[in-house]
């Protein structure tokens, strides 16, 4: 299905005035907005849609925008930029321009948004990075931590291989600061493991089909491997070493459904895997942090979002993950934990489709 498809229309949202992209105007700004009875505007600026992951992280923030408490004091919009740094800059400088309340970014690159975002800042507009982020401390940063987790993908990998063997890396979308940093954690980790050879690195852009289709274009020319590091598109990269015959040895990797459906056991094979993800409710979170910033319920500080790693034998059917959804979906769409930041239904992550009741939203402590 295009993407397109899957998304919701803006008018669900924003009503007929509010359905522009970046560069239409979004008509006389009050500020502050509830001061006066209207509802703050909040932009998303995504620099990419073209996997499955931004696609849950953007489905996510509109269904957020239809609950409560964003509802009735939030007026969002949102658009992408194809991963042009020059775009989304000029896209970023249109928005700017109208003066919003708040700018959500995920960043097609973390120095060339830096000049725009600063610009934003000095107009006294709440810029808040997720996800990518960017350098300038101009603006918030709401993430995980992109090299602890490249650094437990390659520690996992370390201990199940007792130290020795050939391990691929399936890196990113090259050029962001997450590709970068999961990479350099990793690279921390392997250089201290002598036994240990990266015998080929190459990009699944964090989308399952392109995983795959990569991954079997080069295991011909590969000799046996013994682990697995990769990004996104975990799935895709079992699906090639299954149809190709190659044992699956332990996977460190994301948080797709059908990698976490191998993990317990899925059509005779079961893999043995660490599955960490980065979860799309990055934006809902960025979304509630600045809420509460322009309330004036929360400082302007950075947010760090903890790990939620789980093994095999910690993955659960209909809980972390689901036999009834595709294995590219990003099963991590909700926080399944003890102590949950927030609980969202599938569909919110699917389409758009609001829940049912209040997003209650627990911000990290700061």
Same mark, same amino acid.
């Given at each position: 299905?295009?993407?397109?498809?899957?998304?919701?229309?803006?008018?669900?949202?924003?009503?007929?005035?509010?359905?522009?992209?970046?560069?239409?105007?979004?008509?006389?700004?009050?500020?502050? /907005?509830? /001061?006066?009875?209207?509802? !703050?505007?909040?932009?998303?600026?995504?620099?990419?849609?073209?996997?499955?992951?931004?696609?849950?992280?953007?489905?996510? !923030?509109?269904?957020?925008?239809?609950?409560?408490?964003?509802?009735?004091?939030?007026?969002?919009?949102? =658009?992408?930029?194809?991963?042009?740094?020059?775009?989304?800059?000029?896209?970023?400088?249109?928005?700017?321009?109208?003066?919003?309340?708040?700018?959500?970014?995920?960043?097609?690159?973390?120095?060339?948004?830096?000049?725009?975002?600063?610009?934003?800042?000095?107009?006294?507009?709440?810029?808040?990075?997720?996800?990518?982020?960017?350098? %300038?401390?101009?603006?918030?940063?709401?993430?995980?931590?992109?090299?602890?987790?490249?650094?437990?993908?390659?520690? !996992?990998?370390?201990?199940?291989?007792?130290?020795?063997?050939?391990?691929?890396?399936?890196?990113?979308?090259?050029?962001?600061?997450?590709?970068?940093?999961?990479?350099?954690?990793?690279?921390?980790? =392997?250089?201290?493991?002598?036994?240990?050879?990266?015998?080929?690195?190459?990009?699944?852009?964090?989308?399952?089909?392109? /995983?795959?289709?990569?991954?079997?274009?080069?295991?011909?020319?590969?000799?046996?491997?013994?682990?697995?590091?990769?990004?996104?598109?975990?799935?895709?990269?079992?699906?090639?070493?299954?149809?190709?015959?190659?044992?699956?040895?332990?996977?460190?990797?994301?948080?797709?459904?059908? !990698?976490?459906?191998?993990?317990?056991?899925?059509?005779?094979?079961?893999?043995?895997?660490?599955?960490?993800?980065?979860?799309?409710?990055?934006?809902?979170?960025?979304?509630?942090?600045?809420?509460?910033?322009?309330?004036?319920?929360?400082?302007?500080?950075?947010?760090?979002?903890?790990?939620?790693?789980?093994?095999?034998?910690?993955?659960?059917?209909?809980? %972390?993950?689901?036999?009834?959804?595709?294995?590219? =979906?990003?099963?991590?769409?909700?926080?399944?934990?003890?102590?949950?930041?927030?609980?969202?239904?599938?569909?919110?992550?699917?389409?758009?489709?609001?829940?049912?009741?209040?997003?209650?939203?627990?911000?990290?402590?700061?």
């Amino acid at each position: 299905m295009d993407v397109s498809d899957r998304l919701i229309g803006r008018r669900t949202v924003l009503g007929a005035g509010g359905a522009g992209l970046a560069g239409a105007a979004f008509g006389g700004l009050a500020r502050p /907005a509830l /001061a006066q009875g209207k509802k !703050f505007k909040v932009v998303l600026s995504n620099s990419y849609i073209g996997n499955k992951w931004r696609l849950e992280m953007e489905n996510v !923030f509109k269904a957020a925008l239809q609950m409560e408490p964003y509802k009735s004091s939030i007026e969002g919009s949102w =658009f992408n930029s194809d991963n042009d740094v020059s775009k989304q800059s000029q896209q970023l400088s249109n928005v700017i321009a109208q003066r919003p309340d708040a700018i959500l970014i995920n960043a097609a690159s973390p120095t060339g948004l830096n000049g725009i975002i600063n610009q934003g800042a000095a107009r006294d507009i709440l810029m808040i990075a997720f996800d990518n982020t960017v350098t %300038t401390p101009k603006c918030l940063k709401v993430n995980t931590s992109q090299s602890e987790m490249g650094r437990a993908w390659a520690d !996992f990998l370390v201990k199940k291989m007792n130290g020795r063997g050939n391990v691929i890396m399936v890196t990113g979308v090259a050029g962001t600061e997450v590709d970068q940093a999961r990479i350099k954690g990793a690279e921390e980790v =392997f250089e201290k493991a002598p036994g240990i050879k990266v015998v080929n690195r190459y990009t699944g852009m964090w989308d399952s089909s392109t /995983a795959e289709r990569n991954t079997a274009a080069i295991l011909p020319s590969l000799p046996q491997i013994d682990g697995i590091w990769c990004q996104g598109g975990t799935d895709g990269v079992i699906k090639a070493f299954i149809s190709a015959n190659r044992p699956v040895p332990p996977v460190a990797g994301e948080a797709e459904n059908g !990698f976490r459906r191998f993990m317990v056991g899925y059509n005779g094979q079961k893999v043995d895997g660490l599955s960490i993800g980065q979860p799309p409710y990055l934006s809902v979170i960025s979304l509630e942090l600045a809420r509460r910033i322009l309330i004036g319920q929360h400082p302007k500080q950075d947010l760090l979002v903890p790990l939620a790693p789980l093994t095999s034998d910690q993955v659960k059917l209909g809980e %972390t993950a689901f036999a009834d959804q595709p294995d590219s =979906f990003f099963a991590d769409f909700t926080d399944g934990g003890d102590h949950p930041i927030l609980k969202l239904c599938v569909t919110a992550a699917l389409d758009g489709t609001p829940c049912s009741g209040r997003l209650d939203v627990n911000l990290p402590a700061v």
